[in-house]
């Protein structure tokens, strides 16, 4: 029998549950991935009406790091997934964040 091993990314956590991404620390590596993958796919958000006040609020004032190629390729389509289930499950919910 095959055993699955449940990988939790906090980065992904933290871009759509705004609670999360305050509970990570200013200076943790997974606050800075959110960051960068927040910043680079903002139209995306917009898109599927979602919103992350403190990712935004963090943005004004600070520059994210670009993604780099090896991560984007790695995690684009658990990002692309989680997106869409958001985007639609808030959607028929009636929830904006």
């Given amino acids: 029998m095959a055993k699955f091993?449940?990988?939790k990314r906090l980065w992904l956590d933290a871009l759509f549950?705004?609670?999360t991404a305050r509970s990570l620390p200013q200076?943790?590596?997974e606050l800075e991935k959110a960051l960068s993958w927040y910043w680079t796919f903002r139209?995306?958000?917009?898109?599927?009406n979602l919103r992350n006040a403190y990712l935004e609020e963090i943005?004004?004032?600070k520059?994210?790091?670009?993604?780099?190629?090896e991560e984007l390729n790695q995690?684009?389509?658990a990002f692309v997934e989680r997106l869409w289930y958001?985007?639609?499950?808030?959607?028929?919910?009636?929830k904006v964040i």
């Fill in 5 to 7: 091993e449940l990988i």
């Fill in 17 to 19: 549950d705004e609670k």
């Fill in 63 to 69: 520059e994210p790091k670009q993604i780099p190629k």
């Fill in 27 to 29: 200076d943790s590596q």
């Fill in 75 to 77: 995690y684009y389509r």
């Fill in 43 to 48: 139209k995306d958000f917009e898109i599927y």
């Fill in 86 to 94: 958001e985007g639609r499950i808030r959607k028929a919910v009636g």
């Fill in 59 to 61: 943005l004004r004032v």
